[in-house]
């Protein structure tokens, strides 16, 4: 079964992006295919170089570049965000992709269950 996780909100002030990080790792764990997607103010969470100091949550970098040991290979932000938020890709973790509006729709039609967070 192909799961598909689209993360949307910022690391901090909630836990849902950890719970989702979680999530994945738990299908994974099942011999499940997992596909993650950064999008809007989640492509934060690919910034290699974080600063969490002012916030009482750690970075989910290190869940993020272990993720490959999980058999997660497939980690995507839309182009389109690293534009908006000025972030290019050299700044993003090497791992993940980028993808097109018409990469993202034919990865969400590919999915055989998908979840937003």
């Known amino acids: 079964m192909k799961f598909l996780y689209i993360f949307t909100r910022s690391a901090y002030g909630n836990s849902i992006a950890r ?5 994945a790792l738990a ?3 099942f011999d499940q295919e997992v596909s993650l ?4 103010e989640a492509i934060y ?4 170089q974080q600063n969490s100091a002012n916030t009482e949550k ?3 970098l290190g869940v993020i570049n272990a993720l490959p040991l999980y058999d997660i290979d497939d980690i995507y932000y839309l182009a389109e965000d690293s534009s908006t ?6 700044a ?6 980028a ?8 990865l969400m039609s590919s999915a055989d269950r998908i979840q937003s967070f």
Do not use: G, I, T
């Not at 997607?37 to 809007?40: D, H, R, T």
């Not at 938020?85 to 050299?90: K, T």
């Not at 993003?92 to 992709?97: F, G, S």
């Open 85 to 90: 938020y000025n972030l290019p890709p050299a």
């Open 92 to 97: 993003l973790v090497p791992q993940a992709k």
């Open 45 to 48: 969470q690919l910034v290699m």
């Open 37 to 40: 997607v950064f999008a809007q």
């Open 58 to 60: 750690k970075p989910h």
């Open 99 to 106: 993808l097109s509006a018409e990469q993202f729709s034919s």
């Open 19 to 23: 719970e989702a990080l979680d999530m």
């Open 27 to 29: 299908s994974a764990a």
